[in-house]
């Protein structure tokens, strides 16, 4: 099962985001704070390409609503 929202969450202001494969598809912990971080944005959305993904499908996610 793929879901198709993000999980947002807030490890503190030195948490950037992860994104990692899973044997179901690509799972993205996107903090909140990215909104005001384009080169954090960037680097994410580069994460999530990498592993082929594409933002912009999760409706509530930061990355994929700036992007």
């Not at 793929?2 to 202001?13: C, E, F, M, N, R």
């Not at 959305?45 to 993904?53: I, N, Y």
């Amino acid at each position: 099962m793929q879901q198709k929202d993000a999980l947002i969450v807030d490890y503190g202001p030195a948490f950037d985001g992860m994104v990692v494969r899973t044997d179901e598809g690509i799972v993205c912990v996107v903090p909140i704070q990215i909104r005001a971080r384009p080169e954090v944005q960037a680097s994410m959305r580069e994460m999530v390409t990498d592993l082929g993904g594409e933002c912009g499908h999760c409706p509530h996610c930061p990355l994929g609503q700036a992007s």
